[in-house]
């Protein structure tokens, strides 16, 4: 077994010769005893959107009516799980498509995951979209202009770069791609200054609408 997952792991899914094994207990049992539905709930957007306020109010609300939720943070598995990897076009790729692998593996439990991540790449979030069903990506969008961002700064990181001190910097030399068809766009259109309390009431308002806070 020990020599199995070496393998698995060094050959970076290129293995052959493997089947998955399949359990009894599955994901409707799962969510049977969470009584809710397992989804991704990927947040997207600029540095300083609010991603990680977002996330941690949408947690806190999860909370408080019982449900299950996991934030995978953008910076927080940078200090794990994906600590060898850099800021280059490769590595944020394989930092966005392990943090969906996880993301879909918390779905799977019956979690409902929450991640805040720049993900700045279309390609790379539909490439997570399509790990899961059809339904349990939901993209949140924080809609941000740069300008405010860049003023919030709330780590430093904008000054930095306009510093010449970071290169390959979100929103500065390096792109942006918004989403085409998320499911949700955060702040709404009309309402420039929604507080994350009522931010999270509205994804919330979306999973009771689709089911996800019962099983």
């Avoid at 943070?73 to 969906?100: Q, T, Y």
């Amino acid at each position: 077994m020990i020599v199995l997952l070496f393998f698995l792991i060094a050959t970076n899914g290129k293995a052959t010769n493997i089947v998955w094994h399949k359990s009894s207990v599955g994901k409707v049992h799962r969510q049977e005893v969470l009584q809710q539905k397992g989804c991704v709930i990927w947040i997207t957007g600029l540095s300083g959107s609010g991603k990680s306020t977002l996330a941690c109010a949408l947690c806190q609300a999860l909370y408080s009516r019982g449900k299950l939720a996991y934030i995978l943070d953008g910076d927080n598995v940078r200090h794990g799980l994906n600590r060898d990897l850099s800021f280059k076009a490769e590595d944020r790729a394989e930092n966005i498509r392990r943090i969906g692998e996880v993301a879909k593996l918390f779905a799977d439990a019956g979690i409902i995951c929450i991640a805040s991540v720049l993900s700045p790449y279309r390609k790379d979030r539909y490439a997570c979209r399509s790990l899961l069903p059809e339904g349990d990506f939901i993209e949140v969008f924080m809609n941000v202009p740069l300008q405010i961002c860049e003023v919030r700064d709330p780590k430093g990181l904008y000054k930095l770069a306009r510093a010449g001190k970071i290169n390959g910097f979100t929103g500065i030399d390096d792109p942006y791609e918004p989403p085409l068809n998320c499911e949700l766009e955060l702040p709404q259109k009309g309402n420039n200054c929604a507080s994350p309390c009522e931010m999270a009431e509205i994804v919330i308002s979306y999973l009771e609408e689709k089911g996800y806070l019962q099983a």
